[in-house]
């Protein structure tokens, strides 16, 4: 993903000003894709010289509402049908699982607990946040479908992190003294999270 594309793809939404699209990137997108006002405001006025989107109005203390293109809509189109998905990805919490043998004991069972619970709360959020869609809150349109989908998604990779954090915990495979036998083998093959997330009761 490109920052290029979620600007278009929020704008094919409506028309918005570098702050508006701004708030709906640390709303929205934050957790998948953060943005910073500069960045936004650079890349606005790339997209603006490339025409793909252009001034619909201008507001108080000269701020600018834009609007998506045609050319700027067939591009983020384009992106999404056509462009090989880019699957690396930056994730702080596995990175420093590379490095848990630098850690106190006690210190990592302290730190694999919170990640625990704060995934597990955050999968709980989304799903409060997936049933109000489910109600209708939001509507029908293919933009709530699309959120929904998008939803489920960060339900479960949240979800799986909790199990995760879990097992970690649960495995100690860092002072387990038979790991790599056949026996930490045998008590080595996980269980489900028993976490607020999956205690979370999806409303209908």
Known sequence: MSLRHGLLGLLAEGPASGYDLARRFSEALGSVWPAQHPQIYSELARLETAGLIE???????RRKAYRITDEGLAEVRRWLAEVEVDHTFRMETLFRAYFFWLMDPEDLKAHLAKEQ???????????????TKDRGDWGTSTQT???RIALEAGIRINEALAGWAQWAQETDIMTAEDFGTAKHQQGAAGTPPTTPANQQDTEP
């Open 55 to 61: 001034v619909e109005s201008t507001g108080p203390r």
């Open 117 to 131: 619970l704060f995934f597990a709360e955050t999968a709980a959020a989304l799903r409060g946040y997936a049933a």
């Open 145 to 147: 479908r699309a959120m």
